[in-house]
């Protein structure tokens, strides 16, 4: 009886393992076929721009190489240079004859829903391009979606003195003084765990993590398979989330009562300048209306405080708000709270060149100081 067990338990054992063999091999296939038709889909959403990067402070950038076209809310194509930025490829060490301006800033710079050469550091190239005079002026776009003040100091203090910069430009909008936990990319914030503080304007009201992070996270986001069924799940927290939460969590911190806020934005954007100035270039806000503003000719208290801010710390600063207020009833300016269309986008590019020419920030003839705050 013994051996006839034994003879028995030989079959089971094989069994199994052709079994698992065959839900490993299952497996595999699905996963293979997910990369494959991510590889020429690139997924679709923002979420494909980004990597995570825990060894930089910064937290995460855009994926050098990718390329994503995305249809809503409008047919855009995405594509990141090979330095991990959205604009053509820069050398490294500035050439001769070149003055080269850095702008700073998330989704706004980035250029979200408009087209690379539609967005206004593009647009602000273009401008100083069509004069002859000397030097000719690059404008390196250093925007990456879901950015705040954090990012951007220290994405800038790690990567933007090597491009040489004679000037800095960072984009303030009013979502800058926000919790940052739902503009950060979802999954690519659960793969960085818990954030600092310092990213978060009011860190003693930070908002807890939607779902667990750890190591078994990060080995499930490796695979194509475990993390869409993540995304799927993430998606249902999101949409379960209060929406009385969501609307005070993007309510614009642009009251006197928010000094938490605004000493944190302080904080950050002395920290750009100082690397800027280490640099040998200058620095200056410009200052992004959002769609409340345009409606409400009392609003204007976040630009008020950036231009007290500038003279406070010696900065200047570009108020946009009156340009787009008097060109809003004739053009539609924003797509969405804070976002440009393209019109945006160029107004805030004419606003920006005359500005910087006006206040001796860019070589060559001044011209007038009629707009831009």
Known sequence: MALNRRGQTKPLLLRVLAVSIGVAVGLASVELLLRTLEGASERGDLRALHVARPDRRWLYGLRPGADVRIQAPVDVRYRINDGGFRDRNHPLRKPQGVFRIVALGDSVTFGYGVEEEESYS???????????????????????????????????????????????????????LNDPT??????????????????????AQRLPLASPSGPLLRLCLL????????????????????????????????GPEHTTEWSWLRARY??????????????????????????????????????????????????LLPAFREAAPSQRLLADAWHPTAAGHRLAAEVVARALRCRGLVPGELVDCDVGG
């Open 270 to 319: 002395r920290e750009i300048a100082q690397t800027a100035s280490e640099a040998g270039a200058r620095f200056v806000v410009l200052a992004f209306p959002f769609e409340a503003q345009l409606a409400d000719p009392e609003r204007r208290s976040a630009q008020r405080q950036l231009q007290q801010m500038g003279r406070e710390e010696g900065w200047q600063a570009i108020d």
């Open 223 to 254: 695979l194509h398979s475990c993390a869409r069924i993540h995304s799927q799940l993430a998606g249902l927290d999101a949409r379960s989330t209060d929406s009385a939460a969501l609307e005070r969590t993007f309510a614009p911190r642009d």
């Open 182 to 203: 739902l503009h950060f990319d979802r999954q690519t914030r659960l793969e960085l765990g818990r954030l600092p503080d310092a990213a978060f304007p009011n860190a």
């Open 122 to 176: 593009k647009q602000l190239e273009a401008i100083f391009a069509r004069r002859s005079a000397p030097p000719r002026v690059e404008v390196l776009n250093f925007g990456v979606g879901g950015y705040n003040a954090y990012n951007e100091a220290t994405q800038f203090a790690d990567l933007g003195p090597s491009y040489g910069p004679d000037l800095v430009m960072v984009q303030f909008c009013i979502n800058d």
